[in-house]
């Protein structure tokens, strides 16, 4: 089965960090891009972060840019995102997704989230 | 960045209705639309990608349609299982957005 975990989420305080790890299986991890997505609550979609097949290629939201790093070890099918400086805007759930492999972007399968609540 | 703006942004339909969604984006993105349904507590799930495609599993109720700064998300029938909120995307540059969101309700 083609899936996505997510880890990592929790209660930091403001100016923390949070790793985020996301597990990938069934589906050959090293063949595509991946993305962060979040959530804040009751609000919409909002595309955070993206990383190349290889690491070569490497995009962020203005939002989290300077803040977050993302980056994968395809060894272990496993996709981080490094979440440094925190606010309290950045609450919310983190999505990783994976794109369809013929369509940039278009994003078919979802992890089910995990929380990062930043609050003192 | 390109913005994209849905509507309507709420939405009250019954059970075999016909339901129209719209999305507009701030610039051309030729067909670099997708839409994605939600449920509560749940992750996005992917619908309609490039516009028009139907993506494998999803019911051929859903449709999508146009291209450059005009799209629809049609559902042709409303089953009690549709009640969710959708959302388009752009994926024809970097940073990706999506759009608000349209909620749909039962009436």
């Known amino acids: 089965e083609v899936q996505l975990v997510e880890s990592g989420g929790g209660l930091v305080k403001p100016g923390g960090s949070l790793r985020l790890s996301c597990a990938a299986s069934g589906f050959t991890f090293s063949s595509y891009s991946m993305n962060w997505v979040r959530q804040a609550p009751g609000k919409g979609l909002e595309w955070v972060s993206s990383i190349s097949s290889s690491s070569s290629y490497i995009y962020y939201a203005d939002s989290v840019k300077g803040r977050f790093t993302i980056s994968r070890d395809n060894a272990k099918n496993s996709l981080y995102l490094q979440m440094n400086s925190l606010r309290a805007e950045d609450t919310a759930v983190y999505y990783c997704?994976?794109?369809?492999?013929?369509?940039?972007?278009?994003?078919?399968?979802w992890g089910q989230g995990t929380m990062v609540t930043v609050s003192s | 960045d390109i913005q994209m703006t849905q509507s309507p942004s709420s939405l009250s339909a019954s059970v075999g209705d016909r339901v129209t969604i719209t999305c507009r984006a701030s610039?051309?993105?030729?067909?670099?639309l997708n839409w994605y349904q939600q449920k509560p507590g749940k992750a996005p799930k992917l619908l309609i990608y490039a516009a028009s495609s139907l993506q494998s599993g999803v019911p051929s109720r859903f449709s999508g349609s146009g291209s450059g700064t005009d799209f629809t998300l049609t559902i042709s029938s409303l089953q009690p299982e549709d009640f969710a909120t959708y959302y388009c995307q752009q994926s024809y540059s970097t940073p990706d957005t999506f759009g608000q969101g349209t909620r749909l309700e039962i009436k």
């Open positions: 997704a994976r794109p369809k492999l013929n369509s940039p972007r278009a994003f078919d399968i």
């Open positions: 610039q051309s993105i030729s067909s670099y």
